[in-house]
């Protein structure tokens, strides 16, 4: 008992608690190859420096989607800070058919207020700046090449996460699609030279505000969301034996949900949040379980000989994809949760492990070994093509943004484990690199 109190004190640290080193974005791809976009630098209207450049944050959040390219400061015709100041032609120009501008200032109480405006140029061009319609039989002003013009005050600390709540907009007008930028990931670092070398942290999904969690003298593995992003599941080793935890990061309490003998492993939420998938070896080989968590009745899933591993859920939460040798080698296969029927998903390769759906079901990604190594790579299950999305060394634990959008990894680069980036359609790549330790394990949180 004392030796258990000892181990909690020791694990949780505190929600709030900055740890020593962020992680910083360095882009290796991608950065040409995508639908061009002007992002002015926002007018700061006041004394001192902002906080955050704001304007840099929603550039970079469209640029890591794969499907921006953002124009350089330096190469932009003008530097407009309203739309009735904007020269559509220089614009158009370049090839530029949208346009984020605003301005920020700050109010009485030391809030900032951003005044920010989404452009369409080629509408605005057609019309130069105003178009007009009929209301009621009469003729009308409208501007409907204004996309997002909108006002909003915010606290200094929060500036920049309000600068990816500004980037999720402008992709959702543009796309058509919810953007996952102002979202957060988990992920373990090794730090070796510490003395509680096994650390759980969170942070930005680009690696800012990073904050520590968990930290341990024995290993920490496989962080998993809850769907609110309220909790993670993970595995300890604290007491000698793989165990599985639930931690809530507000309260920082913790539950322990599984320690039977021998393997708790690869816990995963359900997407209604009410129970886990995990890996036991209670029985012999490795098993998938399911267990609720209100009733905590454990259910088993699969069986035989084979192991089979690292189980996730179907967005609609009737299925799971596993990874299995009972073909000889790793593969995906899926299982019906009804019927418990399976289907092996994957054939090209000599192994296949640690699949993902994303959200729409529509791709299966997963690492995918072939003559050039271990690679992050999706299936599209209706068809069945593959890409190979990353050239990087060793990449494994690829974990999918909720939109769908961009998958996070853990790759080897000059001999040491660091998280990289990639869009989901290949365009863009990214590496965060650690400024201390080794980082694994990542997985990205739900939308805040």
């Known amino acids: 008992m004392k030796r258990w109190i000892m181990?909690?004190?020791?694990?949780?640290?505190?929600?709030?608690q900055l740890a020593h080193a962020e992680l910083e974005l360095v882009i290796t791809e991608g950065i040409d190859s995508a639908r061009p976009i002007g992002v002015v630098p926002f007018k700061w209207n006041g004394d001192g420096k902002l906080p955050s450049d704001v304007s840099k944050v929603i550039a970079s959040d469209l640029q890591r989607s794969g499907k921006f390219s953002p124009i350089a400061a330096s190469k932009m015709p003008q530097t407009p800070y309203d739309e009735s100041q904007v020269?559509?032609?220089?614009?158009?120009?370049?090839?530029?058919?949208?346009?984020?501008?605003?301005?920020?200032?700050?109010?009485?109480?030391?809030?900032?207020?951003?005044?920010?405006?989404?452009?369409?140029?080629?509408?605005?061009?057609?019309?130069?700046?105003?178009?007009?319609?009929?209301?009621?039989?009469e003729l009308v002003l409208t501007k409907d090449h204004l996309l997002v013009n909108n006002r909003a005050t915010v606290k200094g600390k929060r500036l920049r996460q309000y600068a990816h709540r500004i980037s999720d907009l402008v992709y959702e007008k543009l796309t058509g699609e919810?953007?996952?930028?102002?979202?957060?990931?988990?992920?373990?670092?090794?730090?070796?030279?510490?003395?509680y070398p096994y650390q759980l942290r969170i942070a930005d999904y680009d690696g800012f505000n990073e904050r520590l969690v968990l930290k341990s003298r024995q290993p920490l593995m496989s962080p998993s969301w809850s769907p609110d992003g309220s909790k993670l599941a993970y595995v300890s080793f604290e007491n000698d034996q793989a165990q599985i935890f639930v931690m809530d990061i507000y309260k920082g309490t913790r539950e322990m949900v599984t320690s039977f003998p021998r393997h708790n492993g690869s816990p995963r939420f359900s997407p209604d949040g009410k129970?886990?998938?995990?890996?036991?070896?209670?029985?012999?080989?490795?098993?998938?379980?399911?267990?609720?968590?209100?009733?905590?009745?454990?259910?088993?899933?699969?069986?035989?000989?084979?192991?089979?591993?690292?189980?996730?859920?179907?967005?609609?939460?009737?299925?799971?994809?596993?990874?299995?040798?009972?073909?000889?080698?790793?593969?995906?296969?899926?299982?019906n949760l009804a019927d418990g029927k399976t289907e092996r998903l994957t054939w090209q390769g000599s192994q296949n492990l640690g699949g993902q759906l994303t959200p729409d079901g529509r791709f299966l990604v997963m690492v995918h070994r072939s003559d050039s190594g271990?690679?992050?790579?999706?299936?599209?299950?209706?068809?069945?093509?593959?890409?190979?999305?990353?050239?990087?060394?060793?990449?494994?634990?690829p974990s999918i943004a909720p939109n769908g959008g961009m998958v996070i990894y853990s790759s080897v680069n000059n001999k040491s484990n660091e998280l990289s980036l990639v869009s989901i359609d290949g365009r863009f790549k990214a590496r965060l690199p650690a400024t201390n330790g080794r980082v694994r394990a990542p997985s990205w949180g739900p939308y805040l």
Do not use: H
Not at 178 to 195: C, E, P
Not at 283 to 293: A, E, W
Not at 294 to 316: M, V, Y
Not at 374 to 397: H, R, V
């Open 275 to 335: 129970k886990l998938a995990l890996v036991l070896s209670k029985s012999g080989s490795l098993q998938i379980y399911v267990k609720d968590l209100e009733t905590k009745k454990l259910t088993q899933i699969t069986r035989g000989r084979a192991n089979n591993t690292e189980a996730f859920w179907d967005p609609d939460g009737q299925s799971l994809v596993f990874t299995s040798d009972r073909g000889g080698k790793p593969q995906i296969y899926r299982v």
């Open 7 to 16: 181990a909690l004190c020791v694990a949780l640290i505190g929600f709030s």
């Open 87 to 137: 020269d559509y032609d220089a614009w158009t120009s370049m090839g530029v058919d949208a346009l984020v501008t605003g301005q920020i200032s700050q109010d009485v109480d030391g809030n900032y207020v951003v005044q920010y405006q989404l452009v369409d140029i080629v509408r605005g061009q057609l019309t130069s700046g105003e178009s007009r319609g009929l209301s009621g039989g």
């Open 178 to 195: 919810r953007g996952a930028f102002l979202t957060r990931i988990a992920y373990v670092v090794i730090d070796d030279k510490a003395k």
């Open 374 to 397: 271990y690679n992050i790579a999706k299936q599209d299950l209706k068809t069945g093509a593959l890409q190979i999305l990353t050239k990087t060394f060793l990449d494994e634990s």
